[in-house]
């Protein structure tokens, strides 16, 4: 099991900011992509930005130009900077990665899920 521990969300008012972090931990060979993904109540868990080891993007359209992630492969973290915020962004918000690590059988590629850390934003 890889441990990806999420940090950085909370309460802020809408036009406000915040910033989420994700550090992957344990018998790491390599991670390809690192994302975030939401789920705001009553809703389907949607994806927000993605990011190859490469450093390659993608966004979701209802964030483009407001969300940026980036990622420091020296320490496999991965980072969510919000800006402009609105209340339609209030939800728990998830990082993601897809990991090999090192097993007793050899190398296995796996998708890993962090706990999700609340994001509200108030109008």
């Known amino acids: 099991q890889v441990p990806l521990v999420e940090s950085g969300g909370g309460l802020v008012q809408a036009g406000g900011s915040l910033r989420l972090s994700c550090a992957a931990s344990?018998?790491?060979?390599?991670?390809?992509?690192m994302g975030w993904s939401r789920q705001a109540p009553g809703k389907q868990r949607e994806l927000v930005a993605r990011?190859?080891?490469?450093?390659?993007?993608n966004y979701a359209d209802i964030v483009k130009g407001r969300f940026t992630i980036s990622r420091d492969n020296a320490s496999n973290t991965v980072y969510l900077q919000m800006n402009s915020l609105k209340p339609e962004d209030t939800a728990v918000y998830y990082c993601?990665?897809?990991?090999?690590?090192?097993?007793?059988?050899?190398?296995?590629?796996?998708?890993?899920w962090g706990q999700g850390t609340q994001v509200t934003v108030s109008s």
């Open positions: 993601y990665a897809l990991i090999t690590t090192a097993q007793t059988m050899g190398p296995r590629t796996s998708h890993y």
């Open positions: 344990g018998s790491i060979i390599s991670i390809n992509v």
């Open positions: 990011i190859t080891s490469g450093g390659s993007t």
